[in-house]
């Protein structure tokens, strides 16, 4: 069995669904992992924010504007106008969600899982049923039902021991070969629909290469590889042949657009072999990520936007020791925040954090719990690993950076107003 994982660059019109059909053509020992189609997610989390504040015909003018981009990807691949029923009706149920649910803020990460996860049953949808047009036989698998994680919307684990029963009964007996699942999303044990974190269909497929022992996974991306950098961003960007699983890692937690964060673990927990290759031209080897690959030694630069500073400090000015860092910590966690650097003195601690919409409960928080919080947003995290003085000259030096973190093998800055030339 092998994984192939497709982003939603990769299935953005129907060229690209065609191109899928080419990349799996001739496969009979296969498990497609699909996101939502092109920028579905972003117009669902709109949908769902219109939802949050009452405007329903906002909502709904958002989900006819998602219906129609899709109906014109369905009638562009069957050559004619098409109906698809299945289509049909997850459209009709995303109305009802949007326009009968009494909501409350309490339950925000639940309808947004809820309302998000339409994106990736519709492009499956399309996928499985085009698939099957074109004589390539599939199921299509409900990925809610399959894989149960934890009761942790927005951001879910997914409990492989539980999930691996109902994925390989799921795929048992079917008389076919080729299954396609959706990325990103799970259920929780109360039936309820989870989400696996922003760009979560990476992890999704690396639970199914784990729970089906595959050979390899694959994740098809509009780029040849793995690169040092991101091109848009960094001019000399090229590309790695080979990383190891600890290099990925660390890559990933610094916010290299390179793989999900909680991706490897359940692959290197079966020494299962993972590619990164070109969407555009299947031939071409991309990058293999194994526990086998010399460790890199090339600079790699990642930019992570869209960052927040919190500086927090006891209110009497006393030492920020451990046991006040588990408090902090613990509040984070319960409001979902993920941190990418720690900055401590003896008495603030820095952190640098994903912006979210919990960023005000948090620090109201904190206060409650007799903290002080200064937050500074729009700022960006810079991470240099096997840096040398040109680049640190180039991209660092002159820059309005806020905390600046330099050891040996990595430059770590907090940056305002960045700029890259």
């Not at 009494?102 to 399309?126: C, N």
């Not at 929780?188 to 974190?197: F, K, M, V």
């Not at 022992?213 to 001019?235: Q, R, Y």
Request: with cysteine; glycine share 6%; aromatic share 8%.
């Amino acid at each position: 069995m092998k994984v192939y994982k497709f982003g939603g660059a990769s299935v953005r019109t129907a060229d690209g669904v065609r191109n899928l059909a080419h990349i799996v053509e001739g496969e009979q020992d296969l498990f497609i992992i699909v996101s939502a189609m092109g920028k579905t997610t972003n117009a669902l989390e709109r949908v769902f924010t219109h939802m949050q504040n009452g405007r329903k015909e906002e909502a709904n003018e958002e989900i006819k504007q998602i219906q129609a981009y899709h109906a014109e990807i369905i009638d562009n691949l069957w050559g004619e106008p098409t109906n698809i029923n299945e289509v049909t009706l997850l459209f009709g149920q995303l109305r009802n969600i949007v326009n009968d649910i009494v909501y409350r803020s309490a339950d925000a990460e639940l309808w947004y899982d809820t309302i998000v996860a339409y994106g990736e049953l519709i492009s499956t949808t399309i996928i499985s049923k085009y698939l099957n047009h074109i004589g390539m036989r599939n199921r299509w698998i409900d990925m809610r039902t399959t894989l149960l994680t934890n009761q942790r919307h927005k951001d879910a684990n997914v409990d492989i021991k539980a999930s691996k029963h109902r994925l390989r009964a799921a795929i048992e007996n079917t008389g076919v070969g080729v299954f396609v699942g959706q990325g990103f999303i799970g259920g929780a044990p109360d039936g309820t629909t989870t989400t696996l974190g922003r760009e979560g269909s990476d992890y999704s497929a690396a639970v199914v290469a784990n729970i089906l022992s595959a050979e390899s996974m694959s994740v098809w991306k509009d780029v040849e590889g793995v690169l040092n950098a991101d091109p848009k961003i960094f001019k000399d960007a090229v590309k790695i042949d080979a990383l190891n699983y600890l290099d990925t890692i660390e890559l990933a937690y610094s916010g290299a657009q390179i793989i999900h964060p909680k991706t490897i673990k359940p692959l290197q927990n079966k020494n299962i072999p993972l590619y990164v290759r070109p969407f555009g031209d299947k031939t071409k080897p991309g990058t293999v990520i194994n526990g086998e690959a010399e460790r890199v030694n090339i600079p790699i630069m990642i930019y992570k936007p869209n960052q927040v500073l919190l500086i927090i400090r006891s209110k009497d000015f006393s030492f920020v020791m451990e046991e006040q860092f588990g408090e902090i910590f613990s509040l984070l966690d319960s409001y979902r925040i993920k941190t990418h650097l720690i900055n401590n003195s003896a008495v603030d601690l820095g952190l640098c954090v994903d912006a979210s919409w919990h960023i005000d409960e948090l620090i109201k928080a904190l206060e409650e719990e007799n903290f002080m919080v200064e937050k500074t947003e729009d700022v960006g995290l810079l991470t240099i690993r096997n840096y040398n003085s040109e680049l640190y000259d180039r991209y660092v030096h002159g820059q309005q950076h806020i905390i600046r973190q330099v050891n040996p093998e990595s430059v770590r800055v907090v940056l305002r107003s960045a700029k890259f030339e």
